[in-house]
């Protein structure tokens, strides 16, 4: 079982529209957990970290849901920007490794 | 502030030729250094950790290697490249003794024909 798994989509939605998607893992001892974004052909850039009992940011909003070991993530208001690959990270064994989903691509579409 | 520098952005190599990539961060001290591969529409792949000088740990076996000569900086060598070593070659470091945020290089984008 991979460490991290994502919906690979992609999710195609209007401007305006909302979108959400889940990652789980499969390390029931993860501390940390991460939303990156990485467009194409560039480096991932953070998103936001995802606490314990949910948080938001702007138009996005994130949750943990330790029971069933998934976390999500919710863009609200789509804009024309927000299209990219959104992967999901995740600490491993080990303290020093985070774990990468592959990442679930979004396109919003004017 | 910090920085992290990653080079070449592009090479393309023939089949068994050696290979450096070559990562520095500016501005911290005792980083933890990664390097991460991302094949063609797939997840990235953690290759090599690293929490201090000349320590090197390895994820996943194959002719890469990976070291560390300084405190900032980080190098992925191959002495014999190979078809399936071609991707996206992404150096990141974290602050030492934290799975805080990661920051990225710019990244290699290496092509092996």
């Known amino acids: 079982r991979k460490e991290v798994e994502q919906d690979p989509g992609p999710f195609n939605v209007p401007e305006g529209a909302t979108v959400a998607f889940n990652c789980t893992y499969s390390?029931?001892?993860?501390?940390?957990f991460f939303w990156y974004r990485q467009d194409c052909r560039k480096e991932p850039k953070l998103l936001m970290s995802?606490?314990?009992s949910g948080n938001e940011d702007g138009r996005f909003t994130a949750q943990l849901n330790r029971a069933s070991q998934y976390i999500s993530l919710l863009i609200r208001d789509s804009k024309l920007s927000d299209s990219a690959t959104y992967l999901c990270?995740?600490?491993?064994?080990?303290?020093?490794?985070?774990?990468f989903g592959a990442g679930t691509t979004v396109t919003v579409r004017a | 502030s910090q920085t992290i520098h990653q080079w070449p952005a592009t090479l393309v190599q023939p089949v068994g030729s050696p290979l450096s990539l070559e990562c520095t961060v500016e501005?911290?001290?005792?980083?933890?250094l990664y390097w991460y591969r991302q094949a063609a529409g797939r997840g990235l792949q953690l290759l090599f950790y690293?929490?201090?000088?000349?320590?090197i740990s390895s994820e996943v076996p194959q002719n890469l290697s990976a070291s560390r000569p300084q405190d900032r900086q980080f190098i992925l060598s191959s002495k014999k490249l190979l078809l399936s070593d071609s991707g996206f070659y992404l150096c990141?470091?974290?602050?030492?003794?934290?799975?805080?945020?990661?920051?990225f290089g710019e990244g290699s984008r290496l092509t092996v024909l």
């Open positions: 990141a470091w974290t602050r030492g003794g934290s799975t805080g945020e990661l920051f």
């Open positions: 390390n029931s001892a993860s501390q940390s």
């Open positions: 995802v606490y314990s």
């Open positions: 990270v995740v600490n491993g064994p080990n303290d020093y490794k985070l774990s």
């Open positions: 501005g911290t001290s005792n980083p933890n």
């Open positions: 690293s929490v201090g000088i000349g320590q």
